[in-house]
């Protein structure tokens, strides 16, 4: 069976993108983000590639990229034409994950098994938002990790912030 997840990380109104960013930058949450997907499959939209330095694939993980353009073929990277067409790239042991951004995220969230997300107490300003598992049946609360508090040299110091893990019922 394909194991399918998704890694994201939100704020109090589950908002996770403005304007092509993250809406915050937490060298923790970042650090538990290569943790979690190094050495797995990736799957991602173009526009979250495009945000990657030098919109370059991540190292040391497989990434397949969903584009329906038929000319775009990034260096690195895998590309699908559709959710069927990723999924179908996939072997049955091989561990993917799903890394954004909206519109990708809602597309596999149906075929994921599991959310791991960074979730920041602070609110805002947000054109992109992840679905609220907390509101969704299909989903419950499998761990919720301690509270940390992100850095000085983080975008928005003192931000506290904790990882909460759903399993699909």
Wanted: charge should be negative; hydrophobic fraction near 40%.
């Amino acid at each position: 069976m394909k194991h399918l997840s998704t890694i994201v990380a939100v704020d109090q109104n589950w908002a996770i993108g403005h304007q092509g960013s993250l809406l915050a930058r937490v060298s923790d949450d970042l650090k538990n983000f290569r943790a979690y997907t190094t050495g797995k499959t990736v799957i991602l939209g173009s526009k979250t590639l495009a945000t990657f330095p030098g919109g370059k694939p991540l190292k040391n993980r497989r990434n397949i990229v969903l584009s329906r353009r038929p000319d775009f073929a990034p260096e690195g990277a895998e590309v699908a034409r559709s959710v069927e067409d990723a999924l179908s790239l996939l072997s049955e042991d091989e561990e993917a994950v799903v890394i954004g951004g909206e519109t990708v995220y809602r597309q596999f969230l149906p075929h994921c098994h599991e959310a791991v997300v960074s979730k920041f107490d602070a609110s805002f300003p947000h054109d992109a938002v992840f679905p609220d598992l907390d509101a969704d049946p299909a989903w419950e609360i499998a761990e919720v990790g301690e509270e940390r508090t992100a850095a000085e040299t983080d975008s928005h110091p003192g931000m506290t912030w904790r990882i909460v893990t759903y399993r699909r019922r």
